[in-house]
């Protein structure tokens, strides 16, 4: 499943943008040009699917395809994906369903909280349960220790029956997950005299590739995150679950403080001077202020000839690279324009 989406991405980028920017995609990392990648490459979906992997893990899966003559590397250091790592990658998308129930850019931001709270809060409440209060936590993070705390406080007059209606919720859900599928994501759960089994133990259990796990359990959450808030009234138990960030933009913290400043009225080197930040650095804000609000105009930074233009080059000259684009532009239009008129073609 991993090997997959590393073909697919591969494959989407189309030798313009290098193997480093499919590692800042998958780890989710908040900058104008990756969440210019994600959107301009049709890859938002794998967008923060990987938080937690590292460059060494990366460079090794490049290795072991490469190794397995499904992708090759080009002199410019670029990749490019062979004949039979585009047969292994239509296989993989026929076989693995789980791939489209990826939804990284929109619930990046929410899907781990969700996954911890509900991690912490089934071992917990099944220990209560059975009137055990001694037991060691699956984890300590602390804003998610402190949730289930007041969300036990909330629950604690009728705990059997919620947990009576929490089951039923993910018992509904895992049910239209392929068996096996429905099986790892289930062993990750503690509860009482039960203990999760890690990722690694689900690797050598169901023999895949520790990447496939993760990539199976963030294909549930996103599945499960998505299900709830599309039928709220079916999942009220689920429902609670969900942090509130869910109601907001999916912007970087300063992103959003820019937007705010933005709002009130402010220009851009107004609010570099206020902010004490750099003037590039807050047009990058407004790329990705761009991408995500699909209400925010662009006309007060981009004239409607130069917008006309600057798509009109893209068309002619069919790529996605700035400095391309840039080339075949008057020197009038900056990279900031263009940025913000593909920013809009692309939410």
């Not at 709002?263 to 004490?276: D, L, N, T, V």
């Not at 609000?293 to 409607?304: H, R």
């Amino acid at each position: 499943m991993y090997s997959a989406i590393l073909l697919k991405c591969i494959t989407k980028l189309q030798n313009e943008r290098s193997p480093s920017s499919i590692y800042h995609l998958l780890k989710g990392k908040r900058s104008s040009q990756t969440i210019q990648d994600a959107k301009a490459y049709g890859l938002s979906p794998f967008f923060g699917i990987y938080k937690t992997l590292s460059k060494k893990q990366f460079q090794n899966s490049l290795s072991i395809l490469q190794k397995e003559n499904l992708i090759t590397w080009l002199d410019d250091d670029q990749l490019m994906i062979t004949e039979a790592g585009r047969i292994s990658l239509q296989t993989d998308m026929e076989e693995s369903p789980e791939l489209d129930w990826l939804d990284g850019f929109n619930v990046h931001h929410i899907a781990p909280q969700f996954w911890l709270r509900l991690l912490l809060w089934i071992q917990t409440g099944s220990n209560l349960l059975k009137d055990e209060s001694h037991f060691i936590p699956v984890h300590d993070q602390w804003e998610s220790v402190d949730w289930v705390r007041q969300f036990y406080r909330n629950k604690k007059k009728d705990l059997e029956g919620h947990f009576t209606n929490l089951y039923q919720e993910l018992y509904s859900l895992l049910k239209l997950h392929r068996s096996f599928h429905a099986d790892i994501v289930v062993s990750r759960l503690t509860g009482y005299k039960k203990i999760g089994l890690s990722k690694q133990q689900i690797a050598e259990k169901w023999k895949l590739p520790i990447e496939d796990v993760e990539m199976y359990i963030q294909s549930s959450i996103h599945f499960i995150v998505n299900k709830v808030c599309q039928n709220q009234s079916e999942f009220p138990a689920l429902l609670a679950f969900i942090p509130e960030k869910l109601k907001q933009l999916p912007l970087t913290d300063s992103a959003a403080k820019t937007y705010y400043w933005l709002k009130q009225g402010y220009s851009i080197e107004h609010i570099a001077k206020k902010r004490r930040l750099k003037i590039n650095t807050i047009q990058d804000h407004l790329i990705e202020i761009t991408y995500v609000d699909s209400s925010f105009s662009i006309d007060s930074y981009v004239a409607k000839e130069d917008k006309e233009m600057i798509n009109r080059t893209i068309d002619e000259l069919n790529t996605k690279r700035l400095k391309v684009i840039k080339d075949h532009l008057p020197d009038s239009v900056s990279y900031f324009m263009i940025r913000m008129v593909m920013a809009k073609n692309y939410q």
